[in-house]
């Protein structure tokens, strides 16, 4: 069973949009939930949550969980060409040497 | 760069060959990751090893073969594989047991003919 499940898995979208992308997750063992870009690369980390409804922001990106929902959404506004890239959820488990489980990723393409 | 450095970066091996791949982390972590990352599917754990030791074997096939000689290094032994088993092989590390993210290495694309 998929622990982890992003949506939408790609998307299009024009420079200037505003991008929302979601993540659900299984919460047993649950610590945390984190989110990364990768462009033809290594993830960059982007987000860690623990803590239902406090929002994380980083320049046009922002991040919150829902703990009780078991979910969270990663939202980029003002899009640039840069922005193009798959985006991966994961979830942190509660082992203590820290099992990473991901989801397939969402593919978002920012054209000009 | 994250302090993870992966060698080498691109593979083409046959299906009777031996080869290793080798990731090194400068930052003072404990625990490393192997994951292997196919074309539209989730990043799958492989192996992970905490101060050296092996806390995790998902499953993983016998012709994939993980050594850890010291918390800096990692490598990935293969032979005999399958085609299938080309795909992107990412090598993460972290602080063992701390609230924090992990660190990925480059990666190194595999193709298996």
């Known amino acids: 069973e998929d622990k982890v499940v992003q949506s939408p898995l790609s998307l299009v979208v024009h420079e200037g949009d505003t991008v929302t992308l979601n993540c659900s997750y299984e919460?047993?063992?649950?610590?945390?939930l984190l989110w990364y870009k990768q462009e033809k690369k290594a993830p960059t980390f982007l987000f860690m949550l623990?803590?239902?409804?406090i929002e994380k922001k980083s320049g046009r990106l922002s991040s919150i969980l829902d703990k009780k929902e078991l979910f969270s959404i990663l939202n980029i506004t003002a899009t640039q060409t840069g922005d193009s890239a798959v985006y991966l959820c994961?979830?942190?488990?509660?082992?203590?040497?820290?099992?990473?489980?991901f989801g397939a990723g969402t593919q978002v393409v920012v054209t000009p | 760069e994250t302090g993870v450095t992966q060698t080498p970066r691109h593979l083409v091996m046959g299906m009777t060959n031996k080869k290793s791949l080798k990731c090194e982390q400068h930052?003072?972590?404990?625990?490393m990751y192997w994951y292997k990352q196919s074309a539209k599917k989730p990043l799958e754990l492989m192996f992970v090893?905490?101060?050296?030791?092996?806390?995790e074997n998902n499953s993983v096939p016998s012709r994939f073969s993980p050594e850890c000689p010291n918390s800096s290094h990692l490598f990935l032994h293969l032979h005999t594989l399958q085609p299938e088993d080309s795909a992107l092989y990412l090598c993460?590390?972290?602080?063992?047991?701390?609230?924090?993210?992990?660190?990925f290495g480059p990666g190194t694309r595999l193709l298996v003919l």
């Open positions: 993460a590390s972290r602080r063992s047991g701390a609230l924090e993210t992990q660190y």
């Open positions: 919460v047993t063992n649950f610590r945390s």
């Open positions: 623990t803590s239902s409804g």
């Open positions: 994961a979830r942190m488990t509660t082992d203590s040497w820290g099992k990473f489980q």
């Open positions: 930052l003072g972590h404990n625990a």
């Open positions: 090893y905490n101060f050296k030791e092996q806390t």
